[in-house]
């Protein structure tokens, strides 16, 4: 009788690096019920400047979704999900489990000049991040994060440490902030698709190969051109 062959192929569904947080009191009676909309009514919304707003039909979960670009982010408490594809930048998501809101945003570098207010740029998508929650009524003391990203994908700026940069950014704001990271999958060669499930909380990561970098050609491009002025002048699961 032949012996089952064991293979390398990853299961799904993985944990990636869950970590123990404050426990948050259940769900409550009172809490918000999770709202409904159409694909049709989504694409409607107005929306605010470096708010994500190309909706979809996501194929693969069945599920409404929209696609964050580099320099943008989204905030919902509507059931649908919410993707990006990573390299060196770093995507946080928040989640608040008492109003089940939650929001991701997709940053580039740390910081710019002062002059250059721009979601590209940790220190001002982070706290642009907390306030759209907070509008949205949720709390900062009872937030929690998910971190992705800041993989050393650009061969090219290997000196310049752009994933590593936006990692260590990303953690001491949110420890000084004292909010959570309950989960993270960073750093590492490998870029990233990212999907965030605002209404639960619930975080999928897949890791791609390289050999499709269009995935990552306009964060890329434009990490290029941040990089170049930077020199000069100044629960996470696996699918």
Same mark, same amino acid.
């Not at 769900?27 to 470096?50: H, I, M, T, Y």
């Not at 004292?178 to 990212?194: F, G, N, T, W, Y």
């Not at 051109?225 to 002048?233: E, F, I, K, V």
């Given at each position: 009788?032949?012996?089952?062959? =064991?293979?390398?192929?990853?299961? &799904?569904?993985?944990?990636?690096?869950?970590?123990? %947080?404050?426990?948050?009191?259940?769900?409550?009676?009172?809490?918000? #019920? %999770?709202?409904?909309?159409?694909?049709?009514?989504?694409?409607?919304? /107005?929306?605010?400047?470096? @708010? #994500?707003?190309?909706?979809?039909?996501?194929? $693969?979960?069945?599920?409404?979704?929209? =696609? %964050?670009?580099?320099? @943008?982010?989204?905030?919902?408490?509507?059931?649908?999900? !919410?993707?990006?594809?990573? +390299?060196? *930048?770093?995507?946080? *998501?928040?989640?608040?489990?008492?109003?089940?809101? +939650?929001?991701?945003? $997709?940053?580039?570098?740390?910081?710019?000049?002062?002059?250059?207010?721009?979601?590209?740029?940790?220190?001002?998508?982070?706290?642009?991040?907390?306030?759209?929650?907070?509008?949205?009524?949720?709390?900062?003391?009872?937030?929690?994060?998910? !971190?992705?990203?800041?993989?050393?994908?650009? $061969?090219?700026?290997?000196?310049?440490?752009?994933?590593?940069?936006?990692?260590?950014?990303?953690?001491?704001?949110?420890?000084?902030?004292?909010?959570?990271?309950?989960?993270?999958?960073? &750093?590492?060669?490998?870029?990233?698709?990212?999907?965030?499930?605002?209404?639960?909380?619930?975080?999928?990561? =897949?890791?791609?190969?390289?050999? $499709?970098?269009?995935?990552?050609?306009? @964060?890329?491009?434009?990490?290029?051109?941040?990089? /170049?002025?930077?020199?000069?002048?100044?629960?996470? @699961?696996?699918?």
């Amino acid at each position: 009788m032949s012996t089952p062959q =064991k293979t390398d192929a990853p299961s &799904l569904d993985i944990p990636v690096e869950r970590r123990r %947080v404050p426990r948050i009191a259940p769900l409550g009676p009172d809490a918000p #019920a %999770v709202p409904e909309l159409s694909l049709q009514e989504f694409q409607a919304l /107005a929306r605010k400047p470096g @708010e #994500a707003s190309f909706f979809f039909f996501d194929q $693969h979960f069945q599920h409404n979704a929209v =696609k %964050v670009l580099p320099g @943008e982010y989204f905030v919902a408490r509507e059931r649908l999900s !919410i993707v990006t594809v990573l +390299g060196s *930048c770093i995507a946080a *998501c928040l989640w608040d489990r008492r109003m089940r809101v +939650g929001g991701m945003n $997709h940053f580039m570098l740390p910081e710019g000049d002062s002059a250059d207010v721009s979601g590209r740029y940790g220190s001002y998508a982070m706290e642009l991040l907390v306030n759209e929650m907070m509008k949205l009524g949720a709390r900062r003391e009872t937030l929690q994060a998910k !971190i992705f990203g800041g993989a050393q994908v650009m $061969h090219n700026f290997t000196t310049l440490n752009v994933g590593e940069r936006n990692t260590r950014f990303v953690q001491d704001y949110l420890a000084t902030e004292r909010i959570p990271v309950v989960s993270a999958d960073v &750093l590492d060669i490998h870029p990233r698709k990212l999907v965030f499930f605002p209404a639960t909380g619930r975080a999928m990561v =897949k890791r791609l190969a390289h050999t $499709h970098p269009e995935s990552l050609a306009q @964060e890329q491009r434009a990490n290029a051109a941040m990089a /170049a002025r930077a020199l000069s002048g100044g629960s996470v @699961e696996l699918f």
